[in-house]
């Protein structure tokens, strides 16, 4: 199927991303063993589940790509939720060798309808989520352009990240390994802020890094290599801590100030 111009409809709204009926052969397996075991894990507190990520798109790679998964409890989760969400991430990791890693998103179904979210995690639940199990919550939430609001709403925190980032830095182990996941997570990070800076202008959606950095790079020609470099880096991360003080010494402080200025900073929220 081709994806709609621009990631949006007919109508101009943006169009859900991905569909099971893209999840690549090699990916069936631990998709329907994820969907399978998530009702016995969380039982009746089990509101629904989501994928999302690369593998709902169609896009995953074999061996490298990991299983993103979005799960709604009918109460805020606790630390014993999290803890057996953990578990099944690692029994389906050791599993099935097609996939690099499990991340699951834990969330209780009236933080995901709430006012404070609808720009937010309401969005990423209705746009970049693909169902799983149980109603699709995107049925209660509204449509949604890449307008302003929604940009503010969903990368206008970086200010607030960059502090939490160099504690990071500072704490992480100094090999190249121990820095890997660092790289990919804050340059993957970094373009999706870049991208979200211009998307208003831009007037559409793609969660391809790649051409998120192209499309910031149009309309950001001085930082536009900075973007490009991170985008293959949050596919191809090296370890090198001078990309991290990159990161939180010149192009992060500039992204989030040029962010605050054009969209203005996100709602703040109690966590």
């Not at 790679?61 to 014993?80: K, N, Q």
Request: hydrophobic share 40%; aromatic share 8%; proline share 7%.
């Amino acid at each position: 199927m081709k994806p709609p111009l621009k990631g949006l409809d007919s109508e101009g709204f943006l169009a859900r991303e991905g569909s099971l009926a893209r999840v690549q052969a090699p990916f069936r397996p631990v998709v329907a063993a994820a969907r399978d075991r998530l009702p016995d894990v969380f039982g009746a507190r089990l509101d629904g589940a989501y994928l999302y990520g690369s593998i709902p798109r169609g896009t995953a790679r074999v061996g490298r790509s990991d299983l993103d998964l979005l799960v709604a409890l009918r109460e805020e989760p606790g630390d014993a939720d999290r803890a057996a969400a953990r578990a099944l991430g690692e029994a389906l990791d050791k599993e099935f060798p097609e996939i690099d890693g499990v991340g699951t998103l834990l969330y209780g179904r009236a933080r995901l309808l709430s006012e404070l979210e609808t720009y937010d995690l309401g969005w990423f639940v209705a746009c970049l989520c693909t169902p799983l199990l149980g109603a699709d919550l995107a049925e209660l939430l509204p449509r949604y352009r890449p307008d302003s609001l929604l940009a503010r709403e969903t990368n206008g925190d970086l200010a607030l990240l960059l502090p939490r980032w160099r504690e990071r830095i500072a704490g992480v182990e100094d090999t190249d390994a121990a820095r890997r996941p660092l790289v990919r997570f804050m340059s993957r990070h970094l373009v999706r802020t870049g991208f979200t800076l211009v998307m208003p202008r831009w007037g559409g959606w793609t969660s391809d890094l790649a051409e998120m950095a192209r499309i910031f790079g149009a309309y950001y020609r001085t930082r536009a290599e900075q973007m490009r470099t991170a985008a293959v880096l949050g596919y191809e991360p090296t370890g090198d801590r001078a990309v991290l003080r990159a990161y939180v010494d010149d192009l992060g402080p500039w992204l989030a100030e040029e962010y605050a200025r054009v969209h203005g900073v996100k709602a703040p929220r109690p966590d």
